[in-house]
């Protein structure tokens, strides 16, 4: 694998990156509002019963919230907060990502072993595809050229082409997969196996396992060491992995696959997000009601902060404010 570093590119006036995070909470049915450089509750807002996947539309007007007790995809303004429509999700809507297009939403269907394609302008399901046993996992490549589905029983990877929706191609994986992400650079793909307390990597050219990395840390007994959340950063060269109850974070080496360092967070860690310049991490901490904020340049956890109970899934919208024209962060990966 050839390596990649970045440059970051930004054009200063008195630019200040702000973001505010969107955090579903699963037993109160309602989203928690928090500021991301503060680290303060902002304000909760009631939303569908049991709140858990979530995520902007491409043109951050609208935040898509999976309210899986109510078997739909909420619309939601994204200024206002108000429920302005619905999604034919199918039932028991958990994960779900949307295409770099914008256009097509797909979502697992754990209940019914399928996945749902949703074309968000017309707001209508125009697809159901056949997957394994308790689908799970949704990631898509930042090309837009896969789009992977991983089911837990039948413990595989199904590779889905969203020209035609249909699945191309299956990997077998340790048992439980749950969360599934591609490198920035398309090569990879990233699966957490729950019950197997493991990572693999999979090269998207061959859809075959290249290498596994199993996690061990000292004092924590192996089955509290569960996999989920996994997100790459930018550089291309880290990975973090939420270990569930072993309440860690687990930042794993991309090339080599092994754990450069272990960070400690709140119980029942579940799903990860950056910050938009990247410098934060932020965890949805299940258990303990929480969030931890993590220092991405230092790998140090900075703060907690309550949100409600049983947050689980989290997104992050940029807010910033210039006095003079700039952009935002641009990340750039250079060949070496």
């Given at each position: 694998?050839?390596?990649?570093?970045?440059?970051?590119?930004?054009?200063?006036?008195?630019?200040?990156?702000?973001?505010?995070?969107?955090?579903?909470?699963?037993?109160?049915?309602?989203?928690?509002?928090?500021?991301?450089?503060?680290?303060?509750?902002?304000?909760?807002?009631?939303?569908?019963?049991?709140?858990?996947?979530?995520?902007?539309?491409?043109?951050?007007?609208?935040?898509?919230?999976?309210?899986?007790?109510?078997?739909?995809?909420?619309?939601?303004?994204?200024?206002?907060?108000?429920?302005?429509?619905?999604?034919?999700?199918?039932?028991?809507?958990?994960?779900?990502?949307?295409?770099?297009?914008?256009?097509?939403?797909?979502?697992?269907?754990?209940?019914?072993?399928?996945?749902?394609?949703?074309?968000?302008?017309?707001?209508?399901?125009?697809?159901?595809?056949?997957?394994?046993?308790?689908?799970?996992?949704?990631?898509?490549?930042?090309?837009?050229?896969?789009?992977?589905?991983?089911?837990?029983?039948?413990?595989?990877?199904?590779?889905?082409?969203?020209?035609?929706?249909?699945?191309?191609?299956?990997?077998?994986?340790?048992?439980?997969?749950?969360?599934?992400?591609?490198?920035v650079d398309n090569q990879w793909l990233f699966v957490t196996s729950e019950i197997a307390g493991s990572l693999s990597r999979i090269d998207v050219s061959t859809k075959q396992v290249s290498a596994k990395l199993n996690f061990?840390?000292?004092?924590?007994?192996?089955?509290?060491?569960?996999?989920?959340?996994?997100?790459?950063?930018?550089?291309?060269?880290?990975?973090?992995?939420?270990?569930?109850?072993?309440?860690?974070?687990?930042?794993?080496?991309?090339?080599?696959?092994?754990?450069?360092?272990?960070?400690?967070?709140?119980?029942?860690?579940?799903?990860?997000?950056?910050?938009?310049?990247?410098?934060?991490?932020?965890?949805?901490?299940?258990?303990?009601?929480?969030?931890?904020?993590?220092?991405?340049?230092?790998?140090?956890?900075?703060?907690?902060?309550?949100?409600?109970?049983?947050?689980?899934?989290?997104?992050?919208?940029?807010?910033?404010?210039?006095?003079?024209?700039?952009?935002?962060?641009?990340?750039?990966?250079?060949?070496?």
């Amino acid at each position: 694998m050839n390596k990649y570093f970045f440059m970051l590119l930004m054009t200063f006036s008195t630019m200040i990156f702000a973001d505010t995070l969107y955090i579903t909470l699963e037993k109160d049915n309602a989203l928690a509002v928090v500021d991301g450089e503060t680290g303060q509750l902002l304000k909760t807002v009631p939303v569908g019963q049991r709140p858990r996947g979530i995520a902007f539309s491409k043109d951050q007007a609208y935040l898509y919230v999976a309210a899986s007790d109510d078997d739909t995809i909420q619309i939601l303004d994204a200024t206002t907060l108000q429920v302005s429509g619905n999604l034919p999700s199918g039932d028991d809507p958990e994960l779900f990502k949307i295409h770099p297009n914008g256009l097509w939403l797909y979502v697992s269907n754990e209940d019914d072993n399928i996945v749902t394609v949703v074309d968000l302008k017309e707001k209508k399901a125009i697809a159901e595809i056949a997957v394994g046993v308790e689908p799970e996992g949704i990631a898509i490549a930042q090309n837009g050229q896969w789009v992977v589905n991983t089911s837990e029983t039948t413990n595989m990877v199904h590779w889905i082409d969203p020209q035609n929706q249909s699945i191309k191609d299956n990997t077998l994986v340790d048992p439980r997969p749950r969360a599934a992400e591609f490198s920035v650079d398309n090569q990879w793909l990233f699966v957490t196996s729950e019950i197997a307390g493991s990572l693999s990597r999979i090269d998207v050219s061959t859809k075959q396992v290249s290498a596994k990395l199993n996690f061990n840390i000292a004092g924590v007994d192996d089955e509290l060491i569960q996999p989920v959340g996994v997100l790459a950063h930018p550089n291309n060269e880290m990975l973090f992995v939420a270990l569930g109850p072993a309440n860690r974070v687990a930042v794993v080496d991309i090339e080599t696959m092994t754990v450069t360092k272990y960070l400690l967070v709140g119980q029942r860690v579940w799903n990860l997000a950056f910050s938009p310049d990247f410098k934060r991490l932020y965890t949805t901490n299940g258990v303990s009601n929480d969030i931890s904020i993590i220092n991405v340049d230092k790998l140090k956890v900075t703060k907690s902060v309550r949100v409600g109970h049983y947050p689980w899934g989290i997104a992050v919208k940029a807010n910033s404010t210039d006095s003079s024209s700039s952009k935002s962060p641009t990340f750039v990966p250079a060949e070496r």
